[in-house]
Nanobody, 120 residues
Framework: QVQLVESGGGLVQPGGSLRLSCVIS????????MGWYRQAPGKERELVAF???????HYADAAKGRFTVSGNNAKNTVALQMSSLTPEDTAVYYC??????????????WGQGTQVTVTG
């Protein structure tokens, strides 16, 4: 059974930083990418960033320059370092794993999500 467990969410002030971590366990198949989605209240779930096992990374426009995705293939972990946070970053953040096909990410496995709240 595949499990993705996130940690590191919480409450942070605007302009602050937060690091999310995710550990993936179980027999994952056909995975060459890991990343993060988020879902804000009343909005659709959206891609934040993903990285592939060969080092390619992709960021949503809202994340560029502020967030960094990093992974450890050997440990099956993925992290999201977030800085310069704004209230618009408030959301539930989901770790996921899947496949990258020509630059498009198809997540297959999902975590339960971790809440990030940015408020002053």
């Amino acid at each position: 059974q595949v499990q993705l467990v996130e940690s590191g969410g919480g409450l942070v002030q605007p302009g602050g930083s937060l690091r999310l971590s995710c550990v993936i366990s179980g027999a994952i198949i056909g995975v060459n990418a890991m990343g993060w989605y988020r879902q804000a209240p009343g909005k659709e779930r959206e891609l934040v960033a993903f990285g592939t096992t060969d080092g390619y990374t992709h960021y949503a426009d809202a994340a560029k320059g502020r967030f960094t995705v990093s992974g450890n293939n050997a440990k099956n972990t993925v992290a999201l370092q977030m800085s310069s946070l704004t209230p618009e970053d408030t959301a539930v953040y989901y770790c996921n794993a899947g496949s990258d096909v020509r630059g498009t990410y198809y997540p297959v496995y999902w975590g339960q999500g971790t809440q990030v709240t940015v408020t002053g």
